[in-house]
């Protein structure tokens, strides 16, 4: 009965052939050490054994030629066509005698195969030697060679494997390829091009498994020069055809970022398989074409020939994430389950991301506990999810049953902290780390770096950049940006202005720029900002991005400068960056804010694609403004065309309700509540602020109290002071008092909360309280952000502080606002002496009130623009009282239309009377 070898018979075949050689031959021939081959086995063997099989090998070489020309990269060994009985040794004497020894011996052969097989299979190194010095016995075939090639390859003996190739007196195109294959795979890949090379010049070509090889050395150290070269050669040799071949270029082309090239190629292909399918909807994704991703997979499922695997999910699912398709991304799921792949674990854990993007907790939870496999990347994953709902006891709850942990379950921990305003608790979870020799990243540096942001303290963000430059991570985009971001929130501009002018990184220079911008107008220097900017201009040197040109739109806004506002618009519909969502929105915002509402209107109706952010710009707007109605009436629209309104909407449509021309509180406690139930959106505290304003505006303190009382969780500063300003607004001392005794508690070194309870007293003439107030904070070092006032005139920003004398024309200022304020006393204005917080003499409140910052600002504004144009104030904080009143008898005296921005939003004061109804 014929039998085929394996290890087990492969012994026994052996044994039976001791008949034939000496026990000395048989020892030297299965049992010599292990050495590479050195030359070919004839000048091995003792003369009679050569003699012996001389006959048996001349046509070798010949027998297994027709495989090298065609076989693949993984060479399989050819059946012998006889199979040799291993139970009668005489049956082999007498085949030998009858000339079919070379039958026997194909068995033989094939036993070998068998073996580097199964050495492959279970990583038995000592195995392969040990048939690779049987090898070195035999004459030398290519086909074996290249199977001991294939095999070392495979076992990681990268050296061992080229050491047979060498010896190789005549390589094939299998020989080459399965050598370039497996160093471009192993970061091997300039080796495999030399290989690849000397291939070529050695006149041997290469087919379409070669192509595949070459290329994914390509793809791996992303040589497109070569790459595009080995595109023409297989166009030369007509492998184009080939689906390997074309989804290799694909992956080539895709991972340099030119999908168009992608999608030319796919669309040429004669016949596609799943890879091609699914390398041109990962390039879609890339591309972020996320809609054009999702209709290659509807045309995919109409191919009957294609069934989706796990890949085709994954990729699809984070086509949905990075979109927001909700109901695309459960189509997707849907489908997972009719394939069977939601208990893939790859799928398993791209739904969770998923469902953490597009759906709710509850959902990310019953889709973790249903699944049978988990790995750390799922576990990670929860830990990410809870802390983007903004559960960080959960978070710290699953991060502590996690079974394996590794760096980046700790940094998705630590970037969670940041992302939750937790800086503290960051910080506390990065000394763990180091004290306990965790491995650190860049992203673990990065994190911890915006924890220092988040604190604001110039003491700890010195150190941890001591700690960044001892640890020696060199130059590094993201650290460097985020230390420039540290730089900016801790208020050390002058620092972050010698990092930002040697700054060494190019592919940086982007966030460096936008971070500087943002740092200027966050630490009250939006003059610099434009300075900034206006530099780069005539430099040549601005940055023109998406991010730079948001960046720069914002900056335009917080100043009100809209002449460069619209410069910098032209220059994106320049550029074709109208379309880019993001930068729509900032042009919005910025249109809005610089008082030209109807061109914020156009812009918005002008996009091609809106999102949610540009709704809730459009009614950002129109509160600015104090369009409460109109504010309302988009946030009907938005309903009537199935916007799904998120955290901020209702933050914004609720403060809407307070600046209605009607009492409409029933209305939006409605809203409130409907929050939770029709929506599945929890109230946070930014939404409890903005009703207990609404509250507040219509008198209805005690309710409001009522409400902070019984919040589900512990009331923020915030929504307290929101009450506190009602408060001062209504003239209630009584709750006022109480309500700044929970400020206090939750905030005892908030500047800001002593200016407030300050003015409360101050309202109501209990001046004494008001100036032990003011000396608490003298003592505890307490200062309040200065107020600031500016106005651009001829492009340049002119800013003033109260009794600020700094300005080159300030003594033609002073002069102009002695006379506007006698011709303003004459028709009616009496100076409000109330709103001064200091116990001093009638006379030098006085002069303290006629020297505030918005009255300089006017005035110069006054001065330096032309009869019956509007003057355009911007003011950091809220305006006072007496300013507000000033500004309304200015109106009347110089028949000039006056508007302010201040912090609460728009003011337009015209013949004697204000657009905010001398209620803000």
């Known amino acids: 009965m014929a039998t085929v070898l394996d290890s087990n018979s492969f012994t026994r075949f052996s044994s039976s052939y001791r008949f034939i050689l000496s026990p000395s031959l048989f020892h030297n021939f299965f049992h010599c050490p292990l050495k590479p081959p050195q030359r070919p086995l004839t000048s091995l063997l003792h003369s009679t054994t050569t003699t012996l099989f001389t006959p048996l090998f001349k046509d070798s070489k010949s027998h297994h030629a027709h495989h090298s020309s065609a076989s693949p990269i993984y060479v399989l060994p050819p059946s012998p066509q006889t199979y040799v009985s291993d139970s009668n040794p005489s049956s082999l004497s007498e ?3 009858d000339g079919d020894f070379s039958a026997a011996l194909d068995s033989f052969v094939y036993g070998l195969f068998n073996l580097l097989r199964l050495s492959a299979r279970h990583s038995d190194i000592e195995l392969a030697r040990a048939v690779h010095a049987s090898v070195v016995k035999l004459e030398e075939d290519t086909y074996l060679g290249n199977a001991l090639i294939v095999a070392y390859l495979k076992l990681g003996l990268f050296s061992d494997a080229y050491n047979v190739f060498l010896d190789l007196s005549s390589p094939d195109v299998v020989s080459y390829t399965a050598l370039i294959s497996g160093f471009s795979k192993s970061n091997r890949e300039d080796t495999a091009l030399e290989l690849f090379l000397h291939m070529r010049n050695s006149g041997i070509e290469p087919n379409e498994y070669s192509f595949v090889a070459i290329l994914t050395a390509c793809i791996r150290i992303m040589h497109l020069d070569l790459g595009l070269q080995i595109h023409n050669l297989a166009i030369k040799m007509g492998f184009l055809d ?6 290799a270029l694909m992956g080539l082309y895709s991972n340099c970022g030119y999908y168009d090239v992608v999608f030319k190629l796919f669309g040429e292909m004669r016949e596609r398989d799943i890879a091609s399918w699914n390398t041109v909807i990962a390039a879609a994704v890339k591309e972020s074409m996320h809609d054009a991703a999702l209709q290659l997979f509807r045309d995919m499922q109409a191919t009957d020939a294609f069934k989706i695997d796990y890949f085709t999910l994954s990729t699809l699912l984070t086509a949905c994430v990075e979109s927001v398709a909700v109901m695309e991304g459960k189509q997707v799921h849907a489908h997972a389950i009719k394939a069977g792949f939601e208990s893939n674990l790859s799928v398993g854990n791209t739904l969770v991301g998923f469902y953490t993007k597009c759906g709710t907790v509850d959902d990310v939870v019953s889709l973790f506990e249903r699944m049978t496999v988990r790995d750390v990347i799922t576990w990670t994953e929860m830990v990410t999810a809870y802390m983007e709902f903004g559960l960080v006891d959960s978070a710290l709850r699953i991060f502590g049953e996690m079974p394996e942990k590794n760096p980046v379950s700790y940094n998705a921990l630590l970037s969670g902290f940041c992302q939750n305003g937790e800086g503290l608790k960051a910080l ?5 780390l ?7 990243t860049d992203f673990s540096l990065t994190s911890i770096i915006s924890a220092c942001s988040l604190l604001a303290d110039y003491r700890v963000s010195k150190q941890i950049h001591g700690f960044v430059l001892k640890f020696g991570f060199g130059p590094n985009v993201c650290i460097e940006a985020a230390l420039l971001d540290m730089y900016t929130r801790c208020g050390r501009m002058e620092d972050a202005k010698k990092m930002f002018c040697r700054w060494q990184l190019k592919e940086g220079r982007s966030v460096a720029w936008t971070s500087m911008l943002c740092g200027y107008a966050r630490n009250g220097q939006p003059d610099e900002g434009i300075l900034l900017i206006q530099h780069s201009q005539l430099e040549g040197t601005m940055i023109m991005d998406e991010i730079a040109f948001s960046s720069m739109l914002g900056l335009c806004g917080v100043i009100g400068c809209h002449e460069l506002g619209k410069q910098i618009h032209c220059h994106v519909i320049k550029l074709g960056f109208e379309f880019d969502v993001g930068v729509g929105n900032a042009v919005i915002s910025m249109y809005f804010k610089c008082w030209n509402v109807d061109d914020a209107i156009k812009m918005f109706h002008n996009m091609p694609k809106t999102d949610i952010v540009s709704w809730n710009a459009l009614i950002t707007g129109h509160i600015l403004h104090r369009l409460g109605d109109r504010a309302l009436e988009i946030w009907s629209n938005m309903q009537k065309e199935g916007i799904r309104p998120d955290e901020i909407t209702f933050v ?3 403060s809407a309700y307070r600046l209605s021309n009607l009492n409409l509180v029933d209305d939006c406690r409605d809203l409130f509540h409907s929050m939770r139930t029709v929506y599945g959106i929890e109230p946070t505290s930014e939404h409890y602020a903005a009703f207990i304003s609404v509250l507040g505006y219509w008198g209805l303190l005690e309710e409001a109290e009522e409400i902070i009382n019984k919040m589900p969780f512990e009331p923020t500063a915030s929504v307290w002071r929101t009450l506190l300003d009602s408060c001062r607004l209504h003239k209630n001392t009584i709750i006022g008092k109480r309500v700044a005794k929970q400020i206090i508690s939750l905030e005892p070194k ?7 309870i300050a003015n409360l007293y101050s ?5 004494h309280c008001s100036e032990e107030i003011r000396e608490n904070m003298r003592e505890d070092g307490f200062r309040k952000h200065p107020a600031q006032s500016w106005i651009i005139s ?11 004398r700094s300005h080159p024309q300030a003594k033609d200022i002073y002069r102009g606002l002695e006379i506007l304020i006698m011709e303003c006393m004459k028709v009616g204005y009496v100076p409000d002496t109330s709103f001064v917080l200091h116990e001093v003499e009638e006379f030098q409140k006085k002069e303290f009130l006629f020297h505030h910052s918005a009255k300089l600002a006017a005035t110069y504004g006054l001065l330096t623009s032309k009869h019956g144009k509007p003057v355009r104030i911007v003011k950091n904080i809220l305006l006072c009282g007496d300013c507000h009143t000033f500004l309304k008898f200015v109106s009347i005296v110089t028949k000039r239309d006056i508007f302010l921005r201040d912090s609460s939003g728009f003011h337009y004061f015209s013949g004697g009377l204000c657009s905010c109804k001398d209620y803000w």
């Open 95 to 97: 085949a030998s005698r």
């Open 794 to 804: 001829q492009k340049n920003m002119h800013s003033f502080y109260a009794r600020d």
């Open 763 to 767: 309202a109501s003439g209990r001046w």
């Open 434 to 440: 180091v004290e306990h020799r965790v491995e650190l």
């Open 428 to 432: 506390q979870l990065f000394l763990k």
């Open 242 to 247: 080939s689906a390997f071949v074309a989804n």
């Open 750 to 756: 908030d500047p800001s909360t002593y200016v407030l």
């Open 652 to 654: 914004l449509v609720i």
